[in-house]
């Protein structure tokens, strides 16, 4: 006799089985990012953003500046009326990190500190928690991006705490673009 050819609903089961299996490995590998990997986006996004903002500087002779609060960032234009916020391009306003994500401005004992008339300025402003792009007039920028293609020397420093673990990177330059990531601490 004859068996006829075809699966068995047993067979058709454990397809389906195996398929589901493989299918929520992968939804949830990449659904889950880790803290590593989000660190890294937001280092990322920063370095795009600011490297347009400084080519922008030099082939459109403007000068930009970097605002830097502790969660978030900012960049801004200088005009005839002084420093101001900016509306277009949308990645020049006030980016949000998300939470557990700290920003930590270096500007000091950077190479050329001494020499940057820049640093003889007196920053009186306190230090921002918030950036208020409501307010008409932005605090004075920290680094400059100039028409020349100067940029001010600067670390700034990504911290991401979540879970007992801390995760660290730094970027910045001495004077030109492309910005460079600096150490990548894990504690």
């Known amino acids: 006799m004859r068996r006829a050819a ?38 990322n996004r920063f370095q795009q953003v600011f490297q347009h903002f400084a080519e922008t500087a030099e082939l459109q ?16 234009l200088y005009s005839d009326d002084g420093w101001q916020w900016v509306e277009t391009p949308t990645a020049a306003a006030a980016y949000q990190l998300p939470s557990g994500l700290l920003l930590q401005l270096e500007l000091e004992g950077l ?3 001494e020499q940057n008339l ?52 730094t970027v910045g330059t001495d004077f030109s673009i492309p910005l460079i990531r600096f150490e990548l601490g894990n504690r």
């Open 6 to 43: 075809g699966f068995t609903l047993l067979e058709v089961m454990l397809v389906i089985l195996l398929i589901g299996i493989l299918v929520s490995t992968v939804v949830l590998s990449f659904g889950n990012d880790s803290v590593q990997d989000r660190l890294d986006k937001e280092v």
């Open 61 to 76: 002779q403007q000068e930009w500046g970097l605002v830097v609060t502790a969660n978030s960032y900012a960049f801004v």
């Open 111 to 113: 190479p050329g500190a």
């Open 118 to 169: 820049l640093s003889e300025l007196e920053f009186d402003t306190p230090e921002l928690t918030e950036l208020a792009e409501t307010a008409a007039e932005p605090p004075l920028p920290k680094v400059f991006m100039l028409s020349s293609g100067e940029i001010s020397p600067f670390r700034l420093q990504f911290r991401w705490r979540e879970n007992g673990e801390t995760l660290e990177q």
